[in-house]
């Protein structure tokens, strides 16, 4: 489960005990995760071979899948860790793998 904390909220005397967003859709536990697209996505990894990119929404409580992959764990292996490279041109989501 991916949770998003509104970090405005969590001090003060109106502390919120809620998280402002939710992503239920992946498969297995979570390894890696990296801000990408401007922050405004947010790309994950599981121990599955899952490999998924959620847009952060700011007007709603969930996170919409706008892209997911499978990796063959026998062919690429799982997937141990992920980075985001972007510039105002292109956007480059680099993850690694172990057989």
Not at 37 to 63: D, P
């Amino acid at each position: 489960c991916i949770r998003i904390w509104d970090s405005a909220k969590m001090e003060g005397r109106n502390i919120a005990n809620r998280s402002r967003q939710v992503f239920n859709g992946q498969s297995g536990p979570l390894v890696g995760m990296t801000l990408c697209h401007n922050n405004e996505s947010l790309a994950a990894i599981s121990s599955t071979g899952a490999v998924m990119v959620v847009r952060i929404e700011a007007n709603t409580n969930k996170m919409n899948n706008i892209m997911n992959r499978q990796l063959d764990l026998h062919e690429e292996g799982a997937a141990v860790d992920i980075s985001h490279y972007g510039s105002e041109s292109q956007s480059v989501l680099v993850y690694a793998t172990m057989l």
